[in-house]
């Protein structure tokens, strides 16, 4: 049984260890930050060169906190604006990147946020041309301006915080997202999607549950993906094993 205290980092290497989908050459569910970032990148980079003409909305979506959430932290604040400048710096290669970036943070970012981006270089230029880049956009105008500038350029929301199903519409593409799942106050496994891919409901022992298709998955006008086939199918999984054990 896993403790949902545990740090992201552990909880992710204990429920993915061999796991691979499809085969050769195919990606496990991600063990640590830097082969989140590695897999975030790289499915936004697919997103945008498989998405419309000139713009798109791309979402990627993991936890950001040793708690498993997306809550506003010091710990939070430096794993998103890491990942922001790792998506930045490889869309901006000259000659083979996507295009140069314009980073836009939430009207509501501390001090220490904003210091961070300038600490840390993350490059950005004012432009609306520019590929979007919304760092925890968390207020209805904020999630309609990325709407809006995808009109026009790609623009990545990166965690989007205080979200409900009227944030971003179905139009938008799920790049990437990584979501522990919950029953009884432990984590029996995780939903995953890197696009290409499908989405898939992996439980905690790295079995592929079962793959889902955006129309199985989200939410009916929206891109929130629907959690609860995803856990009815990890408790089961769960639970029937507890069964087994408790009969030997």
Do not use: H
């Amino acid at each position: 049984m896993l403790n949902p205290t545990l740090p992201l980092l552990l909880l992710l290497a204990a429920c993915s260890s061999g796991l691979q989908f499809g085969g050769a050459g195919s990606s496990p569910v991600p063990r640590t930050q830097a082969a989140v970032t590695q897999q975030a990148v790289r499915a936004v980079q697919a997103a945008i060169k498989s998405g419309p003409s000139p713009g798109g909305l791309i979402e990627v979506e993991f936890p950001a906190s040793q708690q498993l959430s997306k809550a506003e932290s010091k710990e939070a604040e430096d794993v998103n604006v890491d990942f922001a400048k790792s998506l930045i710096d490889a869309l901006s290669v000259p000659f083979i990147g996507a295009g140069p970036c314009r980073l836009v943070l939430p009207t509501s970012a501390s001090r220490r946020l904003k210091s961070s981006c300038n600490a840390k270089r993350v490059r950005s230029v004012d432009s609306s041309d520019a590929i979007q880049i919304f760092l925890c956009p968390s207020s209805p105008r904020e999630y309609a301006d990325a709407a809006d500038r995808s009109a026009l350029s790609p623009t990545i929301i990166i965690n989007g915080l205080a979200k409900n199903p009227k944030s971003v519409s179905d139009a938008a593409l799920n790049a990437f997202y990584l979501k522990p799942l919950t029953y009884n106050s432990c984590v029996v496994g995780f939903l995953y999607r890197c696009y290409p891919r499908p989405w898939l409901a992996v439980d905690d022992t790295s079995a592929v549950l079962r793959e889902f298709e955006d129309r199985d998955i989200r939410v009916k006008g929206t891109s929130t993906p629907d959690l609860r086939e995803a856990v009815k199918l990890c408790s089961k999984a769960w639970d029937d094993r507890a069964i087994a054990a408790r009969r030997k």
